[in-house]
């Protein structure tokens, strides 16, 4: 059986979809497609004909590449109001041969069953650690023999609109939401490696409007917070002190501009055409040194809700979302946030572009947690998979120089 899965990630600036296979313990791209949002504000559904009629088309585009029609996916669901929550719980083994998947999954609904508040709807159940009896603490405990199995896990609940919204538009069209998941579960999943088990940090996400930090405790995220303030804030600086409209200042942020003045040239220009007059001639130099100032702005803010949401030392922090694409980003976080501070980065369909990665990580932690649970699924049928596997020249692997590839042997190669 080919296990192959499909991630949905909507954001307020794209909606991005992702088709990914695990063949020989390793994950493979099949096909991605990002379109450009309508009727989303700061990662929130405004407008359901407009997102609904971008869905059909990101769909329509990947079905295209791939040969087939989706009809699963795990759906990215906005993560603002997100309640971060301790859960216990416990339950008799029914198994004379040791814990099973089934175990593990009535451990954690009895578990959950404590701990959903009426006004919240459950996004995910990220277990800590089980227990048999009163023996030591695992992560995975198929096989244990014993009475009763214990767990712990945090649970992330979200406003029942924020689930909803995006589930009942993407019923209305034929798509079935196996999971949801949120922007702090996929960053996670789609950077950590085996020693950010042990260890507290941060993932920082730069989207079009919003950003979102998060914070990690041995891998699993215990806070988060969203910041009204992204990439857009660039384009509205370039649309404003050059007099042009937000989409020519979108183009000049991502194919001319420097996220830092360091490297720009005084010698190199973008011209705009302009009706009736001369041609705009816009300097590299005062471009990046414009988006340096906003980005510096975001950055600090950064800095400032990390020390909101922890007052201990975070051994890690990455930073990752479409903003960080832009050229010599790098040299932006070292000034502000210190030479340790990483890009965490996500190679897809040959280039590098991290706008992708909440929607690649979800993948792995939706594998992972069928992995705990005992299970082989797919989203596809065999017919469909036997389909998919004529159409050679659209499978990337996601490999080699990308921090994905780098935990992919952690993750599945146990």
């Known amino acids: 059986m080919r296990r192959i899965y499909s991630s949905l990630d909507i954001g307020t600036d794209s909606i991005k979809l992702v088709v990914c296979e695990l063949y020989k313990n390793r994950l493979n791209l099949l096909a991605a497609s990002s379109i450009k949002s309508k009727g989303i504000k700061k990662g929130l559904i405004t407008d359901i004909h407009e997102v609904t009629a971008g869905l059909q088309k990101v769909f329509n585009e990947v079905e295209a590449m791939l040969g087939i029609k989706i009809k699963k996916v795990i759906a990215s669901v906005p993560c603002y109001f ?52 009163e023996g030591e603490s695992v992560t995975d405990p198929k096989g244990l023999i014993g009475d009763f199995l214990y ?32 922007t702090p579960i996929g960053d996670i999943y789609a950077i950590k490696t085996k020693d950010l088990n042990e260890k507290t940090g941060c993932v920082v996400n730069i989207g079009c409007e919003t950003t979102t930090v998060s ?10 917070t969203v910041i009204g303030m992204g990439g857009k804030s660039i384009d509205n600086d370039l649309s404003y002190i050059y007099k042009i ?18 490297y720009a040239s005084m010698n190199e220009f973008y011209e705009i055409e302009i009706s009736g007059e001369e041609p705009l ?29 922890t007052t201990h030392k975070t051994e890690y922090i990455f930073i990752t979302g479409g903003v960080s694409n832009m050229e010599h980003f790098e040299y932006a976080v070292s000034d502000v946030l210190g030479d340790s501070v990483k890009i965490g980065n ?13 929607a690649v990580g979800n993948i792995i932690y939706y594998i992972n947690k069928l992995k705990l649970k005992g299970i082989n699924d797919t989203m596809v049928s065999s017919d469909d998979a036997e389909a998919i596997s004529s ?8 490999s080699g120089e990308s921090m994905l590839g780098k935990v992919f042997g952690y993750f599945f190669g146990e």
Do not use: C, W
């Not at 609940?157 to 034929?174: F, H, Q, R």
């Not at 409209?245 to 360091?262: N, S």
């Open 82 to 133: 997100s309640d971060y929550t301790i859960i216990k719980g416990s339950v008799k083994i029914q198994n004379e041969d040791g814990v099973d998947g089934n175990d593990i999954v009535h451990v954690l609904e009895d578990a959950t069953m404590k701990g959903l508040a009426s006004n919240k709807e459950l996004i995910n159940i990220l277990p800590i650690d089980f227990s048999v009896d």
């Open 151 to 182: 767990a712990r896990a945090i649970m992330v609940s979200a406003p029942k609109k924020n689930v909803y919204s995006v589930m009942t538009i993407l019923d209305s069209i034929g798509i079935e939401v196996v999971d949801v998941s949120s």
């Open 215 to 224: 914070l990690y405790n041995k891998g699993i995220p215990v806070k988060s």
């Open 245 to 262: 409209d937000l989409r020519t200042a979108r183009r000049l942020k991502e194919k001319f501009a420097l996220a830092h003045k360091k």
């Open 281 to 309: 001639k816009i300097n590299q130099f005062e471009a990046s040194e414009i988006s340096m100032e906003r980005i510096y702005e975001i950055l600090e803010l950064v800095k400032k809700e990390i020390r909101t949401l």
């Open 346 to 358: 996500v190679k897809l369909l040959g280039v590098r572009n991290n706008k992708y990665v909440t």
């Open 391 to 398: 159409i050679k020249k659209n499978v990337v692997s996601i």
